[in-house]
T-cell receptor, first 114, second 110 residues
Framework: KAGVTQTPRYLIKTRGQQVTLSCSPI?????VSWYQQTPGQGLQFLFE???????NKGNFPGRFSGRQFSNSRSEMNVSTLELGDSALYLC?????????????FGNGTRLTVT | EDQVTQSPEALRLQEGESSSLNCSYTVSGLRGLFWYRQDPGKGPEFLFTLYSAGEEKEKERLKATLTKKESFLHITAPKPEDSATYLCAVNGNAGNMLTFGGGTRLMVKP
């Protein structure tokens, strides 16, 4: 079974621009979550989608948004990029998104904002 | 608010030298405690889920245990390929989100 696929692997953007990251979950998985990983803050939860609905949202500004499509694929968007948005963005999926079920992560998109 | 603290931040071992990594947590209603391994440039790889105090899980040289306040990841006779960052996370009452600790960077020298 193919794992979680994230594209692109690397991105370089300029302050003020916007960016869209893509995630294809493991086949059959309906829950998709997004996390931001930085050296200073570690892994932090952004949001979770299930059946095209956002079920949970972390403590990030409204510049961070996401969506999920009917085939469970997900995208996240960051508008008006700031230098502090430079991070590894990780997508994770699980079959039903039940509490206590493990998440399976992709290898991430490394975003650099200059 | 759920909190997870891992110690030590970094650990250097000689090949074959067993040790333990610690994960202390506070959570309202533990739904699961997770251990992940992360290699440089890659996403976290799932290792174990523990659900209740007293539970233990094993996989090759790794063994995870759980009490009401902490979890340990025991590494027996480690090899250089065990070198990685080990992450601990909890799922509490706040939906399906995981709260992660800062990780322990393990380096095993041959």
């Amino acid at each position: 079974k193919a794992g979680v696929t994230q594209t692109p692997r690397y991105l370089i953007k300029t302050r003020g621009q916007q960016v869209t990251l893509s995630c294809s979950p493991i086949s059959g998985h309906r829950s998709v979550s997004w996390y931001q990983q930085t050296p200073g803050q570690g892994l932090q939860f952004l949001f979770e989608y299930f059946s095209e609905t956002q079920r949970n949202k972390g403590n990030f500004p409204g510049r961070f948004s996401g969506r999920q499509f009917s085939n469970s694929r997900s995208e996240m968007n960051v508008s008006t990029l700031e230098l502090g948005d430079s991070a590894l963005y990780l997508c994770a999926s699980s079959p039903e998104g039940r509490y206590g079920s493990p998440l399976h992560f992709g290898n991430g998109t490394r975003l650099t904002v200059t | 608010e759920d909190q997870v603290t891992q110690s030590p931040e970094a650990l250097r071992l000689q090949e074959g030298e067993s040790s333990s990594l610690n994960c202390s947590y506070t959570v309202s209603g533990l739904r699961g405690l997770f251990w992940y391994r992360q290699d440089p440039g890659k996403g976290p790889e799932f290792l174990f889920t523990l659900y209740s105090a007293g539970e233990e899980k094993e996989k090759e040289r790794l063994k995870a245990t759980l009490t009401k306040k902490e979890s340990f990841l025991h590494i027996t006779a480690p090899k250089p390929e065990d070198s990685a960052t080990y992450l601990c996370a909890v799922n509490g009452n706040a939906g399906n989100m995981l709260t992660f600790g800062g990780g322990t960077r393990l380096m095993v020298k041959p």
